[in-house]
Each structure stands twice: as C-alpha cells, then as structure tokens.
C-alpha cells in the first residue's frame, strides 16, 4: 500500500501571463506514484484526483470540454460559480457535481476567500480538449499541442 499525507504535501502552483487563470492543487495520485505521460496502465492510474485551490477573482482555467474525460468536483469550502453551456451556477462548500465529456465547463472563484475543491477525473488515453472561447484545439498526441492551424499558446486568446 502506498500512503500520503495530504496536509504535509505541498502544492503545486500555476498563472497564466496576464494574472487571469491561476491556482495551486496537491496533486495526490502523482504523489501515489500516477505518471501522467506513461501509456502503461499501471503506472498511468486509471483516475486522478487533486485538492485543488483557487484565489479570489481566479479561474484555474479556460472554458473547455474534454474529447473522452470525465470530471467529478466536490466543494470543500468557499463560494464560486461553474460555468457551462446553459450558463452559470452558484456553487458552494457540500455542492458536487460532474461535467461529462463533451460538456464544456470552468470554475471561478468569485467569493472573498479560498475556494478549495477535490477533483477526481479518469484518464483516458487520447483524450484532446476544446476551447470554445478561444476556438482551440488541446492535442496529446504524440505530445501536447494546442492547435488552430498552426501551434499556439495554451493562453493565446484566452486573457
């Protein structure tokens, strides 16, 4: 059995270049060993599960839907607003809900304090992501592109 403590991990932050999207997440199935690029089963975990943590004012990220992923949010604490295709719906700590591939979806946090949130989404091999927003196109693979018709920023169009 491997075991972590998830109080004593620390996190992982990111930020887009303009201060838009950003947040921090422990990210507890790399630290049980889950390697995200492996194409082996048993070192890839057939889920992935996060402690995510989003400021006041953040999105962790842009509007978009996954090709085959499915994506589970429990609210711990805090107060924010998912957005999807019909709009947006205010979402507070005990609310959970999934998005399903296909359904394009974003978090915000607009309430004064933290919002924290697990995340548990599987991970399916040759999963891509599209940006509505932006019209863009996430593809793995071989590797991680963000395309149009040409290659672009992960950002590009979004802030």
Known sequence: MRKVNTNKMAEVSWASPKGKFGGTGRE??????????????????????????????????????????WEFYHVIS??????????????EAGDAFIFRPGEPHQLLNDGTEDLIVYVVADNPIGESCHYPDSNK???????????RSEPLDYYDGEE
């Open 28 to 69: 507890i199935s790399e630290e049980l060993g889950r390697e995200p690029a492996s194409t082996d089963l048993m070192k890839r975990h057939p889920f992935d599960v996060e402690i995510m943590r989003i400021p006041p004012g953040k999105s962790p990220c842009p509007f978009h839907s996954h090709s085959a992923q």
């Open 78 to 91: 805090g107060r924010g607003v998912a957005r999807d295709q019909n709009g947006n719906t205010a979402i």
């Open 137 to 147: 196109w996430i593809v793995y693979s071989p590797q991680q592109q963000l395309i």
